[in-house]
């Protein structure tokens, strides 16, 4: 039976659709076509025009298939990256590899640490930074780098700073607290009994046939009732992972629908034919109930994050150029048509303001993988 409750402003990200596909499924359609309000947000990210935003899209889209086409036929990589002239660039390990590599059209890259190291240096760190956990904002991967970043508090004691400066491969640095970005405003979009806000996520089928809705598991801890923009009841929180790591589940009423789609806040929708981990250096977008739609780049993956008014690290999250405030968390990442991730948090004090398409590039955000959020819930994600 539908209740009525508080009530919120518009209905925004992918909100409740009927086809399904597997978590890890990328695919699109032969002709992508793009929201203009994503091109328009791009282009002004990227301070070209719409067209050429689109040939960016249709480029990175080609380069990944391009390297999905590689592994399948079994070439061993270590991670890869678009960098800054827009060339895919794939760790290998030996000629041969770079050579399958390069006959694709992407940019080989040996004699680096890569993506399985630097991983494994990122997992023994918490060990090295031992009673100082306090002292640390985010530690994880960058690949571009081929380093891990620690970024500790301004003032951290020279002890931890030697310490880590002493394993190899890793980079210090200063830098903010970093905060979830639910936040206390009444009348937004996904309202949380008793009081605080998130953004819808992406809807999906379990095994069993059940209706639910990825979003990050700091909007859902404790299985709040949630509502939508007129104050109807959409379902309840059922699971949440936070502060351990950032992915949680919302049961949706069985009278609702998922749709397979982003609402860009901009009277327009994107549709979602897939999801992925795209590489570093992809183009993406997001829609929040506070900031409406922003664009950035996806800068870094598997990063671990002190949040502030937690006692615990919470992990395996990716970190964006994509601005975003509070009320915007578990709101949609989408690359082209590709689904990417649910707005987990940023630093304190990030300062976007409402966008319909224009330029918001924030210092940086974080946002939970939408496909290990799948995995882990054995979720079919809703796509047009």
């Not at 699109?28 to 689109?54: F, G, I």
């Not at 480029?59 to 991670?79: K, M, P, Y």
């Not at 190291?117 to 960058?142: C, K, M, T």
């Not at 009732?225 to 502060?243: C, M, W």
Request: glycine share 12%.
């Amino acid at each position: 039976m539908r209740k009525t409750g508080p009530v919120a402003v518009a209905m925004v990200s992918a909100v409740l659709g009927a086809a399904l596909f597997s978590p890890s499924a990328a695919a699109a359609p032969e002709t992508p076509s793009y929201d203009p309000a994503m091109l328009r947000a791009l282009a002004d990210h990227l301070d070209v025009s719409t067209e050429q935003a689109a040939d960016t899209l249709n480029r990175e889209r080609a380069l990944t298939a391009a390297l999905a086409e590689v592994r399948q036929r079994g070439v061993a990589t270590d991670g890869a990256f678009f960098d800054s002239a827009g060339s895919l660039v794939v760790n290998v390990a030996d000629t041969a590899s770079a050579r399958a590599v390069g006959a694709e059209g992407l940019k080989a890259r040996t004699g680096v640490r890569g993506a399985q190291r630097l991983n494994a240096i990122s997992d023994s760190l918490e060990s090295v930074i031992g009673a100082d956990l306090d002292q640390v904002r985010s530690w994880g991967p960058d690949l571009v780098s081929d380093t891990v970043t620690v970024t500790v508090q301004p003032g951290a004691s020279a002890g931890l700073i030697e310490r880590l400066d002493a394993v190899p491969g890793v980079s210090v640095h200063t830098g903010p607290q970093n905060t979830p970005t639910a936040d206390v405003i009444p009348g937004q979009i996904m309202d949380l009994v008793p009081g605080t806000n998130c953004t819808l996520g992406f809807p999906g089928t379990t095994s069993d046939g059940n209706n639910v809705m990825l979003t990050a598991g700091h909007c859902v801890s404790g299985n709040p009732d949630i509502y939508d923009a007129a104050g109807n009841h959409l379902g309840q929180g059922v699971a949440s992972e936070f502060p351990s790591t950032d992915m949680g589940l919302m049961d949706i009423d069985s009278e609702d629908t998922g749709r397979g789609y982003v609402d860009t806040r901009t009277g327009r929708t994107v549709a979602v034919t897939g999801s992925s981990k795209a590489p570093i250096g992809t183009h993406l977008c997001k829609a929040g109930n506070t900031t409406g739609w922003t664009c950035g780049e996806i800068t870094h993956y598997n990063q671990s994050v002190r949040y502030s008014g937690e006692s615990v690290t919470t992990r395996g999250l990716a970190r964006s150029t994509v601005c975003t405030e509070g009320g915007d968390s578990g709101g949609a990442y989408i690359a082209g048509n590709t689904a990417q991730g649910m707005t987990s948090g940023g630093p304190i004090g990030s300062e976007c303001g409402f966008n319909e398409g224009d330029n918001a590039t924030g210092y940086y955000s974080y946002y939970q993988p939408v496909v290990d959020a799948a995995n882990h819930y054995g979720v079919a994600l809703t796509r047009s």
